[in-house]
T-cell receptor
Framework: SQTIHQWPATLVQPVGSPLSLECTVE??????LYWYRQAAGRGLQLLFY??????ISSEVPQNLSASRPQDRQFILSSKKLLLSDSGFYLC?????????FGSGTRLTVV | GIQVEQSPPDLILQEGANSTLRCNFS?????LQWFHQNPWGQLINLFY???GTKQNGRLSATTVATERYSLLYISSSQTTDSGVYFC???????????FGIGTKLQVIP
């Protein structure tokens, strides 16, 4: 069966520090992968999506970047975090039949 | 882009009560999902339901694609049903999914 792993679960980082969040998928090949952010309140904002290795589409220009070095690995990065980067970050994958989300990373930038 | 509206935005239920959550969307869709986000933030897929009706225990969902809405029914609600319920739609021909803002449900004992 397919599973998605996301880590760390929580992270507290100072302003200006770098960021690397990792997401891996097991049990499937060539999935579409996504990074979402959920800020205070309820909305889910699509940040990046990838349909294959090295293929990244950005939805919102911002302080973040994404990479897909392997088929089932999706990384969210920042060179210098801002206070506004705080939020709940969710990785998701899809093939046919909808999305499956990871457990999320709660990032607090202080 | 496609618009997704969920109602009500907030709902408080007495344990054991039934409820209906609604999702309206502005254009035709290939895919529609209902998610439950628990108090720990985990998004759980409830139904993948681009059309028709499905049931899973106390939950059921109906999507009428021609009329551009979907309904999520919760029967005999329990405190563990609390959280935010999201509707997410995927327009035909695209991979990106648009989420509604959710319905925040609180079930009180």
């Amino acid at each position: 069966s397919q599973t998605i792993h996301q880590w760390p679960a929580t992270l507290v980082q100072p302003v200006g520090s770098p960021l690397s969040l990792e997401c891996t998928v097991e049990g499937t090949s060539n999935p579409n992968l996504y990074w979402y952010r959920q800020a205070a309140g309820r909305g889910l904002q699509l940040l990046f999506y990838s349909v294959g290795i090295g293929q990244i589409s950005s939805e919102v220009p911002q302080n973040l970047s994404a990479s897909r070095p392997q088929d089932r690995q999706f990384i969210l990065s920042s060179k210098k975090l801002l206070l506004s980067d705080s939020g709940f970050y969710l990785c998701a994958w899809s093939l046919v039949g909808g999305y499956t989300f990871g457990s999320g990373t709660r990032l607090t930038v202080v | 882009g496609i618009q997704v509206e969920q109602s009500p935005p907030d709902l408080i239920l007495q344990e054991g009560a039934n409820s209906t959550l609604r999702c309206n969307f502005s254009d035709s869709v290939n895919n529609l999902q209902w998610f439950h986000q628990n108090p720990w933030g985990q998004l759980i897929n409830l139904f993948y339901i681009p059309s028709g009706t499905k049931q899973n225990g106390r939950l059921s969902a109906t999507t009428v694609a021609t009329e551009r809405y979907s309904l999520l029914y919760i029967s005999s609600s329990q405190t563990t049903d609390s959280g935010v319920y999201f509707c997410a739609v995927q327009p035909g021909g695209y991979q990106k999914v648009t989420f509604g803002i959710g319905t925040k449900l609180q079930v009180i004992p």
